[in-house]
């Protein structure tokens, strides 16, 4: 079972706006700022879209932002695109671990 | 550019050993956070394996006593000794870099596919 929990799947048309949840607990999500999501396109290489809660790096489409309440971190995912189609994973810094934690990925289908 | 190559999957049987091998260009694993993840068929990513710059070593309960990661910085690269390998080691395995501390995994390698064989 991950320490941060996401849901298995979320749906959307072409055009629409989408948004996964990943929660932690205030050891983690609540207590820091680190908090990153990787897209992964079956059969393809992990790649990272946001870092440290809402920061995008260079080339990844503004469709992506990230945002933070509590101890839950979101990804929104704006005018879905069919190529948006993929698993999304978050990360995040613990106080707990010296390793980071790791959300179990959410299934996105464009429909 | 900066990248990782990662080599030394394949088929093998219940019980047995193998090493994954992931060579870096363009940086150096010894001063980087290196980490190994994997994907079972059907199931999502899983962390299996950190050394961090100052060489601690961190394991997924999963692999601990089983697996070793380790790096060379004579050849600028991460590798990973499997042994005692059952099924559930099936996986595609990714190396991936941390370039500093709080940062992303922001460079990941091709994957390499391991089989377990019963």
């Excluded at chain 2, 089983?66 to 099924?87: H, K, P, V």
């Amino acid at each position: 079972q991950s320490a941060l929990t996401q849901p298995a799947s979320v749906s959307g048309s072409p055009g629409q706006s989408i948004t996964i949840s990943c929660t932690g607990s205030n050891s983690d999500i609540g207590l820091y700022n680190y908090i990153t999501w990787h897209q992964h396109h079956a059969g393809k290489v992990p790649k990272v879209i946001i870092y440290d809660v809402s920061s995008r790096p260079s080339g990844v489409s503004h469709r992506f932002s990230g945002s933070k309440s509590g101890n839950t971190a979101s990804l929104t995912i704006s005018g879905l695109q069919s190529e948006d189609e993929a698993h999304y994973y978050c990360s995040s810094y613990s106080v707990n671990s010296p390793v980071w934690l790791l959300g179990g990925g959410t299934k996105v289908t464009v429909l | 550019e900066e990248q990782l190559v990662e080599s030394g999957g394949g088929l093998i049987q219940r019980g047995g050993s193998l090493r994954l091998s992931c060579a870096a260009s363009e940086f150096t694993v010894m001063s980087k956070y290196m980490t190994w993840v994997r994907q079972a068929p059907g199931k999502g990513l899983e962390w299996v394996a950190s050394v961090y710059s100052g060489g601690n070593t961190y394991y997924a309960d999963s692999v601990r006593g089983r697996f070793t990661i380790s790096r060379d910085g004579s050849t600028n690269t991460l590798y990973l000794r499997m042994n005692s390998l059952t099924a559930d080691d099936t996986a595609v395995y990714y190396c991936a870099r941390r370039d500093y501390y709080y940062g992303p995994l922001d460079v990941w390698g091709q994957g390499t596919t391991v089989t377990v064989s019963s």
